[in-house]
């Protein structure tokens, strides 16, 4: 496990999440993610993430506060949290190799064979591939920065025509780039906007055929399983498995990512 350091730059990013002055008595995320990092430094790592959920309870979150807290929880021998975490983390900092490595190890250790979401098609993983070191915000940085590289490009063939001519190879080629990142936005919009992921955080949770105690159990999920939350009721959750199976689990046994 990396070294958890707390730098500059994140303390930037956590006091910047703050849009609004703390209520009374609020407690402040830059020494709550001091205590925490010092408690983890101590082995303390369920009194260390009781502090980095502090944070998230005033309304701050953070990648390295995810993987801050994938790590405590990992060190506890909690595989589906870690799991969780570091999926949560993964959305915001895609290209980290330690988180990938963490993860990888943390899915290694799981005491059987878990079921994941199926891949995609090829065409969409081909799509998606180029920007797979992209979190959505940078993914959406890129795709209008080629936009405008476009717009320039058709703006100077409409006043240029001769001079378009030498450039058309540099227009096409704005073009496809615009093109395929929109394509990759709009599939990873739609995968983090609207699929709801979720990772079965108990060590093992019975899955129902409907949302009472007294249904018949469909299947059971084991810890780390990757599902898609369909819908939430009365403390219940309505899964999809990796196979395609929906059932019913409680609420408590699955985390969405």
Not at 180 to 190: C, E, K, N, V, W
Not at 193 to 209: D, I, M, P, S
Not at 225 to 252: C, E, H, P
Request: proline fraction near 3%; hydrophobic fraction near 45%; charge should be positive.
């Amino acid at each position: 496990m990396r070294k958890l350091v707390l730098s500059a730059a994140l303390l930037l990013i956590l006091s910047g999440c703050v849009f609004a002055e703390p209520e009374e008595g609020a407690s402040d995320p830059n020494k709550l993610f001091y205590s925490a990092n010092s408690l983890y430094e101590k082995r303390e790592y369920t009194l260390a993430l009781d502090e980095y959920r502090k944070i998230l309870d005033i309304g701050v979150d953070s990648a390295h506060l995810y993987y801050n807290m994938a790590n405590s929880c990992f060190k506890q021998g909690s595989l589906g949290y870690a799991i969780l975490y570091y999926e949560k983390a993964k959305k915001m900092m895609p290209q980290d190799s330690d988180l990938k490595q963490n993860l990888l190890l943390a899915r290694s250790l799981l005491s059987g064979p878990s079921y994941q979401m199926p891949q995609k098609k090829l065409i969409i993983s081909l799509v998606k591939a180029p920007f797979k070191e992209f979190n959505l915000n940078a993914l959406t940085v890129f795709m209008l920065v080629a936009y405008l590289l476009l717009f320039l490009f058709q703006a100077f063939s409409a006043l240029n025509p001769i001079m378009a001519k030498k450039v058309r190879i540099l227009h096409v080629l704005a073009a496809a780039i615009f093109l395929m990142s929109l394509g990759a936005f709009a599939i990873r919009y739609y995968d983090e906007g609207f699929l709801r992921r979720g990772v079965v955080v108990a060590k093992n949770a019975e899955c129902r055929y409907e949302p009472i105690d007294k249904s018949t159990v469909f299947y059971k999920l084991q810890e780390g399983d990757d599902v898609l939350i369909l819908k939430t009721r009365d403390g219940w959750t309505q899964i999809k498995r990796g196979d395609g199976k929906i059932g019913w689990a409680s609420a408590d046994a699955v985390g969405e990512v």
